[in-house]
């Protein structure tokens, strides 16, 4: 039997201050999943975890890593790829992870926030997305 292989992962909580969830990376791929605990009557309680939804999932290999913003009120963190510099938010929504399509800020121009509307979110999801 050869050695076992494991996946290298990081874990960070999010900033919001009620809210018990920690995010989990994929260190290499950059797929973001995420759990938190769940009250159930009854019994000591259960962990509830949301699996990678819609930009969420494995991206090209790339050196990955969590960062939780200082936003308080903010449930979701930034994906970063320190090797390219790109970044996207990521966020439990309608009971998956999700993330924005990664980007590179660039010195020389500066992106709007963009026009449309922000999903809504629906009971029991524990999203919170939030513009800058």
């Given at each position: 039997m050869g050695p076992a292989l494991?996946?290298?992962?990081?874990?960070?909580?999010?900033?919001?201050t009620d809210l018990n969830r920690i995010y989990r990376i994929d260190r290499i791929t950059g797929e973001v999943s995420?759990?938190?605990y769940g009250l159930q009557e009854g019994t000591v309680g259960v962990t509830l975890c949301y699996s990678?939804?819609?930009?969420?999932?494995?991206?090209?290999?790339?050196?990955y890593g969590l960062v939780a913003s200082r936003?308080?009120?903010?449930?979701?963190v930034f994906r970063v790829n320190y090797r390219t510099g790109q970044m996207s938010i990521c966020y439990v929504f309608d009971e998956r992870?999700?993330?924005t399509?990664?980007?590179?800020?660039?010195?020389?121009?500066?992106?709007?926030?963009?026009?449309g509307a922000t999903p809504s979110v629906g009971p029991g999801t524990g999203a919170s997305?939030?513009?800058p």
């Open positions: 494991a996946a290298s992962y990081d874990f960070v909580p999010a900033p919001q995420s759990c938190q990678a939804g819609e930009g969420a999932g494995a991206q090209a290999p790339g050196e936003h308080e009120r903010e449930g979701g992870v999700v993330c399509p990664q980007m590179t800020p660039s010195p020389a121009t500066s992106t709007a926030a963009p026009t997305p939030q513009r």
